[in-house]
């Protein structure tokens, strides 16, 4: 920051330094035609009556003058003639300067202003040339000089003037930056470690959101989003880990229980070999049934597929007509009831998960002769509802039931995963599952979305 405010004054104080020069020197100019004119003033009647070459009071008051301005002076007659000047020598009173354009311009009634290289002085001069008036035409011309370096010097001591300021300018400037990147750095660095201590693996590592500049606040945040995203993985991952092997551990401890008996058995008796490898087919269907639930359950946590709108009483239909079979089977009434069209969002299949596993766990709760009815209700948010007349749950148990690996009977059917299946796939759309019981016995599986944008 320092080195771009030196930058901006440099840019600002060149052209500045210019400027100031120009003004100096119209300033000059201004002064020196003012001062000219005075001269051409005292001096017009001894010009007049052509005594200025020989009487002492013109050399006086061009001397006077040049004492005390600096300035050089030369007084022509009529003719371009000097009859005064400012020289001590007075070695040039009597030469003839019409020749010079200043004084030719200045006789001709003009005034004439501007710079030019002197010979003698060796110096490059500002000059002002004016007329001397009077009633009965020009008497003659008096000529102003200045070396042009005095206008310069005038100029730069403005200019030097300035560089007070600059100089508390550029300490402020510098005091704002280390003050400012002190602050900055001092927030990145906390930051940093943050980071640090995420990377060596301490999933409560947080960086603060609230000090710092905007930018610094807004990284906080993303940060702090992206470690509580990465810890909520990272713990669901090794939940996921201990549940799966533990859930794993038993049907393969079954199976191969089963087949060293068959093992055994298979000469001395294959009748009883038989029934150990078919009891080991059933422990097999298990295992793969239980793998893809937890297959299921993983990518219905890990879900990242964007939202679509459905329609929830679309889809809640077609799933009633394909169980319909099923139930007349068992003897149980499979029926629809509620909104024609009923739009909401959700990922992809999820209506027809949950659906599927609300009436499968119906229709293994209720018995034959009984009902159940899939309900869809739709105001700013959709909800179906799966009623069935079987014995329902306690509240124990439906505080339980979306639970990982949680069966709500012992004879070990079913992998324990279908709500927590459900569950996760009712919160990767925006939505809830519950488990209500009903006014006369029976459970209320509901899955709850939000509308469709309107």
Same mark, same amino acid.
């Given at each position: 920051?320092?080195?771009?405010?030196?930058?901006?004054?440099?840019?600002?104080?060149?052209?500045?330094?210019?400027?100031?020069?120009?003004?100096?020197?119209?300033?000059?100019?201004?002064?020196?035609?003012?001062?000219?004119?005075?001269?051409?003033?005292?001096?017009?009647?001894?010009?007049?009556?052509?005594?200025?070459?020989?009487?002492?009071?013109?050399?006086?008051?061009?001397?006077?003058?040049?004492?005390?301005?600096?300035?050089?002076?030369?007084?022509?007659?009529?003719?371009?003639?000097?009859?005064?000047?400012?020289?001590?020598?007075?070695?040039?009173?009597?030469?003839?300067?019409?020749?010079?354009?200043?004084?030719?311009?200045?006789?001709?009634?003009?005034?004439?202003?501007?710079?030019?290289?002197?010979?003698?002085?060796?110096?490059?001069?500002?000059?002002?040339?004016?007329?001397?008036?009077?009633?009965?035409?020009?008497?003659?011309?008096?000529?102003?000089?200045?070396?042009?370096?005095?206008?310069?010097?005038?100029?730069?001591?403005?200019?030097?003037?300035?560089?007070?300021?600059?100089?508390?300018?550029?300490?402020?400037?510098?005091?704002?930056?280390?003050?400012?990147?002190?602050?900055?750095?001092?927030? *990145? $660095? +906390?930051?940093?470690?943050?980071?640090?201590? %995420?990377?060596?693996? /301490?999933?409560?590592?947080? !960086? =603060?959101?609230? #000090?710092?500049?905007?930018?610094?606040?807004?990284?906080?945040?993303?940060?702090?989003?992206?470690?509580?995203?990465?810890?909520?993985?990272?713990?669901?991952?090794?939940?996921?880990?201990?549940?799966?092997?533990?859930?794993?551990?038993?049907?393969?401890?079954? *199976? $191969? +229980?089963?087949?060293?008996?068959?093992?055994? %058995?298979?000469?001395? /008796?294959?009748?009883?070999? !038989? =029934?150990?490898? #078919?009891?080991?087919?059933?422990?097999?269907?298990?295992?793969?049934?239980?793998?893809?639930?937890?297959?299921?359950?993983?990518?219905?946590?890990?879900?990242?597929?964007?939202?679509?709108?459905?329609?929830?009483?679309?889809?809640?239909?077609?799933?009633?007509?394909?169980?319909?079979?099923?139930?007349?089977?068992?003897?149980?009434?499979?029926?629809?009831?509620?909104?024609?069209?009923?739009?909401?969002?959700?990922?992809?299949?999820?209506?027809?998960?949950?659906?599927?596993?609300?009436?499968?766990?119906?229709?293994?709760?209720?018995?034959?002769?009984?009902?159940?009815?899939?309900?869809?209700?739709?105001?700013?948010?959709?909800?179906?509802?799966?009623?069935?007349?079987?014995?329902?749950?306690?509240?124990?148990?439906?505080?339980?039931?979306?639970?990982?690996?949680?069966?709500?009977?012992?004879?070990?059917?079913?992998?324990?995963?279908?709500?927590?299946?459900?569950?996760?796939?009712?919160?990767?759309?925006?939505?809830?599952?519950?488990?209500?019981?009903?006014?006369?016995?029976?459970?209320?599986?509901?899955?709850?979305?939000?509308?469709?944008?309107?």
């Amino acid at each position: 920051m320092t080195g771009f405010t030196l930058l901006m004054l440099a840019v600002q104080n060149v052209p500045f330094a210019f400027y100031l020069t120009g003004v100096e020197r119209e300033r000059m100019v201004t002064t020196l035609e003012r001062d000219a004119f005075v001269l051409a003033g005292r001096l017009e009647d001894l010009l007049e009556a052509g005594t200025a070459a020989t009487d002492p009071a013109a050399a006086r008051v061009v001397a006077e003058y040049s004492a005390s301005s600096g300035a050089r002076v030369v007084v022509v007659d009529a003719e371009g003639v000097a009859v005064a000047t400012s020289d001590a020598d007075q070695s040039r009173v009597g030469a003839s300067y019409a020749s010079r354009p200043e004084f030719a311009a200045a006789l001709e009634g003009r005034i004439a202003t501007g710079e030019r290289d002197s010979e003698t002085l060796g110096v490059r001069l500002l000059y002002v040339a004016v007329p001397v008036l009077s009633a009965e035409g020009v008497l003659g011309s008096v000529r102003l000089s200045y070396p042009a370096q005095v206008v310069t010097d005038a100029a730069m001591r403005q200019v030097w003037g300035l560089l007070p300021v600059a100089a508390t300018t550029v300490v402020l400037a510098g005091l704002v930056a280390f003050v400012f990147a002190s602050g900055v750095t001092r927030r *990145l $660095r +906390l930051l940093q470690a943050a980071t640090d201590g %995420l990377a060596r693996g /301490d999933l409560e590592s947080r !960086a =603060e959101e609230g #000090a710092g500049v905007p930018e610094v606040r807004s990284l906080a945040r993303s940060f702090n989003l992206m470690a509580e995203r990465l810890q909520a993985l990272i713990e669901l991952q090794r939940s996921f880990a201990s549940d799966a092997s533990h859930q794993l551990r038993t049907p393969l401890t079954a *199976l $191969r +229980l089963r087949l060293e008996g068959a093992s055994e %058995l298979i000469e001395s /008796d294959p009748d009883a070999a !038989a =029934e150990r490898l #078919a009891a080991a087919d059933a422990e097999l269907d298990r295992l793969g049934s239980l793998i893809e639930g937890l297959l299921t359950l993983s990518r219905a946590e890990a879900e990242s597929a964007t939202t679509a709108v459905y329609d929830v009483a679309a889809i809640a239909r077609e799933r009633v007509e394909q169980w319909m079979p099923l139930g007349q089977e068992a003897g149980i009434t499979i029926r629809y009831e509620g909104a024609t069209v009923a739009p909401a969002v959700a990922i992809e299949t999820a209506l027809e998960q949950v659906v599927d596993n609300f009436i499968d766990n119906a229709l293994g709760a209720s018995s034959a002769g009984s009902t159940i009815t899939v309900r869809v209700e739709s105001t700013d948010r959709v909800t179906v509802h799966v009623l069935d007349e079987g014995p329902g749950l306690s509240p124990a148990q439906r505080a339980r039931a979306f639970d990982r690996f949680w069966r709500g009977s012992s004879d070990g059917e079913g992998s324990g995963l279908g709500l927590a299946i459900v569950e996760r796939l009712a919160r990767a759309s925006g939505g809830s599952a519950r488990l209500e019981p009903r006014t006369g016995g029976g459970l209320d599986a509901s899955l709850t979305l939000p509308g469709a944008p309107r």
